[in-house]
């Protein structure tokens, strides 16, 4: 058995729909005229970034990138690697990149130069959870759910070693062998 557990509740169900529900109601409002391309961060945006399209009333179309994960570690490697890419260009596009977490921001940094690369007509950054005391590069998020301490949280979509995805609300990690 593992000696990890989910612990405290952070952020209910009700607290993320209503959250969920102002931030796709703002972006609608800001690409109000124009057709916009979601690229979901896999695998821990996935829940997320379906619930968000549901919010949005403009045209939406909908990607995935998948990059590298810390496995079982919970501290960043700062190594990215995109492990599934997009499947077409981006090439005058308005991308709105959609993340579940901003921790040290590595990630949503070596994405955005990525994305930005291959020219599109805009890009911005969405994370549904954002750690500013853990940040070791700067990144320019658009739009933020909720703010968050220096905490591992696992649930709506965030793992621990790939555990934890499905829970409904987001939770922080037990340790108990820490409790010990
Ligand atoms: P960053 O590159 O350090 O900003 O981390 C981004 C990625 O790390 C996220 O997409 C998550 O997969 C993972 N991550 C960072 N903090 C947490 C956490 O508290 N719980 C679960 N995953 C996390």
Redesign the pocket.
């Known amino acids: 058995m593992s000696d990890v557990q989910m612990g405290r509740e952070l952020l209910g169900e009700t607290a993320i729909r209503d959250k969920v529900a102002q931030l796709g109601r703002q972006i609608s409002a800001d690409y109000r005229g124009q057709e916009l391309l979601v690229v979901g961060?896999l695998?821990?945006?996935v829940i997320f970034a379906a619930d968000l399209v549901r919010q949005i009333t403009v045209p939406v179309y909908l990607d995935f990138i998948a990059?590298s994960?810390?496995g079982k570690a919970?501290?960043?490697s700062?190594v990215?690697r995109i492990l599934k890419d997009l499947e077409e260009s981006i090439a005058g596009v308005h991308v709105l990149l959609v993340?579940?977490?901003?921790?040290?921001?590595?990630?949503?940094?070596?994405l955005r130069e990525n994305l930005l690369a291959r020219g599109p007509r805009s890009l911005k950054l969405c994370a549904l959870?954002d750690?500013p005391d853990?940040?070791?590069v700067e990144?320019p998020l658009d739009y933020v759910g909720f703010q968050?301490p220096d905490?591992?949280?696992?649930g709506y979509g965030?793992?621990?070693d790939g555990r934890f995805r499905n829970l409904p609300a987001v939770h922080l990690?037990s340790r108990e062998a820490e409790k010990k």
């Open positions: 961060v695998k821990g945006a990059v994960s810390y919970t501290r960043t700062g990215v993340e579940d977490i901003a921790d040290t921001g590595l990630t949503l940094h070596y959870l750690k853990c940040r070791r990144v968050i905490q591992f949280v696992v965030l793992d621990f990690l």
